[in-house]
T-cell receptor
């Protein structure tokens, strides 16, 4: 099915470990976004990309890195995980030239202990 | 500065009643879009309705309508004839056309529909 796929769906990390979250979309969307959702905070933008090979910082970028080497994939990396990064992470994509039509992944629940 | 404000505490709504969720926004961009999303307990983000800043009429989608008051910078969601399946968290979001299509979200409103 066309859409946004996030891998993994769940993960438990120890403090200081690293990991990469993968977001893959098969809709040829130009724009891709990583958000984190914490209780009572809504969704906050971490990083985003306006096209292959581009990345930019969002509202809460510290502690995360991203890469978009291929148009369909947007990777979110945690180099040294901290308990404050315990959250639910959502990826979203959006096509250029549209007024609406964001597609969200199903989320990754990450716990850092 | 917070761009989207949702301040209502959790709400209990009687089944078949209507419910209004408040959303105010802040932007200096004349071109923007407003969205409402539903997040049930299963966690996925479900798009409900969209309103463009230049749209003359309030948006409607089935039982959902958006009460858009541009001068007051408010975009309230109205859910008519509530159903048990409407129990969820609801998020208001804004896209500023000059902002690389980024969506800024409010903190959400929790709605519980009771039979």
């Amino acid at each position: 099915n066309a859409g946004v796929t996030q891998t993994p769906k769940f993960r438990v990390l120890k403090t200081g470990q690293s990991m990469t979250l993968l977001c893959a979309q098969d809709m040829n969307h130009e724009y891709m976004y990583w958000y984190r959702q914490d209780p009572g905070m809504g969704l906050r933008l971490i990083h985003y990309s306006v096209g292959e090979g581009t990345t930019a910082k969002g509202e809460v970028p510290d502690g995360y890195n991203v890469s978009r080497l291929k148009k369909q994939n947007f990777l979110l990396g945690l180099e040294s995980a901290a308990p404050s990064q315990t959250s639910v992470y959502f990826c979203a994509s959006f096509p250029s030239g549209r007024t609406y039509g964001y597609t969200f992944g199903s989320g990754t629940r990450l716990t850092v202990v | 500065a917070q761009k989207i404000t949702q301040t209502q505490p959790g709400m209990f709504v009687q089944e078949k009643e209507a419910v209004t969720l408040d959303c105010t926004y802040d932007t200096s961009d004349p071109s923007y879009g407003l969205f409402w999303y539903k997040q049930p307990s299963s966690g996925e983000m479900i798009f409900l309705i969209y309103q463009g800043s230049y749209d003359q009429q309030n948006a409607t989608e089935g039982r959902y309508s958006l009460n858009f008051q541009k001068a007051r910078k408010s975009a309230n969601l109205v859910i008519s004839a509530s159903q048990l399946g409407d129990s969820a968290m609801y998020f208001c979001a804004m896209r500023e056309y000059g902002g690389n299509n980024r969506l800024a979200f409010g903190k959400g409103n929790q709605v519980v529909v009771i039979p």
